[in-house]
């Protein structure tokens, strides 16, 4: 069986859509970057070894990178999960788990990269916004994407409410992903592509606002 070990920075709520969601691995660990995060408690309630690396007990990124990668290699995983890990991560460390390193990103990439995605969603008034799973590449937020979730932006939509209807969906996408993941469905191929190896192509189309 794979294993996985997920990195954190707060509440966690992606961390505990993976822990319940029964998938074909073994969560071997939970690091945070902050010894506050509220999904640590989760986490050791599933019975889930828990970690903190402070980033700030570091000089610099390359010294928290190291420490972070000692402490997820001591339980050598296949893949390395990150659920609203907040820091950003240095080449080399993305190097070092190249095609095994996941994110998940409150936007559909490659549109809202980076922070205030659902505000920016706002702003601009688009009408359909969402949640991307990819694999993570130096180009911060630009990796090759496993799936995505589109849902409508609606007409009296606050930050609060749209990254509630977008968070739902992330709780769903993600065990997809990490589930296809450790069945070997999904690779990352020598082009940087991500590959199906058996793919039933479903789905339909979001119009919103929906038609009359
Ligand atoms: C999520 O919106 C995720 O997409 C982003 O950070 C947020 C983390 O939320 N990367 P949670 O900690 O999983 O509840």
Redesign the pocket.
Known sequence: MKKIVIL????????QALLEAKLPCTIAAVISNRADAT?LETAQKHGIATHVVAHRDYADRENFDAMLAKTIDAYQPDFVV?????RILTATFVHHYHGKLI????SLLPAYAGMHTHARALQDGVKIHG?TVHFVTPDLDHGPIIIQAAVPVLANDTEQIL?QR??QE?HRVYPQAISWLCNEQISLNVHGKVEFQTHKQIGHALISPGLE
């Open positions: 954190i920075s707060g509440r966690g709520s992606n961390m999904g990150l659920a609203g890990f907040m994110n998940i990103h409150p949640c990254s977008v968070l992330e």
